[in-house]
C-alpha cells in the first residue's frame, strides 16, 4: 500500500496534515503548532517529494531517509514536518487494523494520570493559586504547574519578587497531596538557578522545568548535580544525536521530549527506549489541545518508562483560542485528574470540517 497524497490544511498556528494511500484509506497527523503555516510548506518541499510512492507503513524507514535526504537541514522545522506525515501514517494504519496508536505501539488503551499545566505568567500568585484551585475542584487535579522567572530572562523575574512569592503561595494554597511542578523557561544562569532550585525544595516543589538555557546542556548539568529535586528538560530538542548525548551525560532526571517538536511517534519512541536503558522517565511536554496532547497520551500508554503524568493545558479560550473548534468532539475529557485513552481505532478523532473550510490548503500526489 503506497502513500498517494499528502494534504495540509493550516492557519498560523495550527496544521493538519491528511495522507491517502492508493487504496483510498487515509490519516490525520499534525505538525508542530506555531508558524505552522511554514512548516506546512516544508512538508511539501522537504517530505513529500521523499514520502510519496512509498509504503504507508513502513513509517520507520521514512523517519530514517527524510533526514539523509534534507542532511543539509537539520533543525527544527524538518523534524516538526516529518512529525505531521509521522502521526498521520500511524492514524491511517490503526483505522485499517481497527486499533489505538497506542496498541500499534505495543500498550493498551486506558488512563492517564494529568497535571494541570498554566502558561501564565501575567497574573498574580494569589489569583494563579485561586484558579488552579477552581481547577482542581471542577476536575480533580492532584497535580499542577506553574511559572517561575520569565522566560530566557537572563536571571530576571518576570516583575521583582514574583517567584519568591508565588511558590509558598502554591503551597500554603494545596494541601501535601497536590503535587506542584514549575516551569523556569530558561530563566537562569547556574548559580541563580541553584539558589532558586534550594528554595523551591524547601517549599516542597517536585519538578524543576529548564532551569537554564536549554542548549546549554553544561549548564543543567550543574544545577541537576546540585539539587534533590528533580530536574527536568528537553522540549525544545529535535535531534536524536543531543538526545543521545543528554540521556548519557545525566543532564536531566526527567526527559521531556515534545512529540510534534522531535519529529513523530518514531522518534519519541526511540528515545523514551534510550532514556529506559538509562532508567530515566519520560514526561513528554504537550503545552496545548491540539493533537499533541492525544498523541502524548497514547505514547504514555505504550512506552516502559512513563513518568508520573501527562501534561494537560488548562488555558482557555481568551489566552490559546486557536485550540478550539478543531475537532467535532473533544478527546480531553478529564475525570478525576485522569484523561482517557479510549479503544477508537487510530488518533479517535476527526478534524472539524468548519476548521478545514477556512484553512489554506494544499496538497502534493503522485499525479502531480
Known sequence: MKIQSIETFTNEFVCFVRVTADSGANG?????????????????????PYALGQDAYDVAHLMDIIPDREHKFPGAYLRRAMGGLDTALFDLRG??????????????????????????????????????????????FDAFKFRIGSECGRDRDEWPGRTEEIVPTM?????????LLVDANSCYSPAKAIEVGKFLQDHGISHYEEPCPYWHYDQTKQVTDALEIDVTGGEQDCSLVDWQRMIDGRIVDVIQPDICYLGGMVR????????????????????????????TMHLLRAIP??????????????????????????????????????????????????????????????EG
Open 305 to 366: 518508562n512513563p513518568g508520573k503524568y501527562l501534561e494537560f493545558s488548562i488555558e482557555e479560550a481568551d489566552y490559546y483560542p486557536w485550540q478550539y473548534g478543531l475537532f467535532t468532539s473533544s478527546p480531553y475529557e478529564i475525570v478525576d485528574g485522569h484523561a482517557t485513552v479510549t479503544d477508537a481505532p487510530g488518533w479517535g478523532v476527526e478534524v472539524h470540517p468548519e476548521w478545514l473550510a477556512k484553512s489554506s490548503y494544499k496538497i502534493s500526489s503522485l
Open 268 to 295: 519519541t519512541m526511540k528515545v523514551a527506549r534510550m532514556a529506559h536503558e538509562a532508567g530515566i522517565p519520560c514526561t513528554p511536554h504537550a503545552a496545548n489541545l491540539s493533537m499533541v496532547t492525544l498523541f
Open 28 to 48: 490525520w497527523g499534525q505538525v508542530a503548532p506555531y508558524c505552522a503555516d511554514i512548516t506546512a510548506e516544508v512538508v511539501h518541499r522537504q517530505v513529500a
Open 171 to 179: 503551597r500554603r494554597a494545596f494541601d501535601d497531596g497536590t503535587a
Open 95 to 140: 483505522k485499517l487494523e481497527g486499533k489505538p496508536v497506542c496498541e500499534l505501539l505495543g500498550g493498551t488503551p486506558g488512563r492517564v494520570r494529568a497535571y494541570g499545566s498554566s502558561m501564565k505568567r501575567d497574573i498574580t500568585p494569589a489569583d494563579e493559586a485561586d484558579r488552579l484551585k477552581r481547577q482542581q475542584d471542577l476536575y480533580g
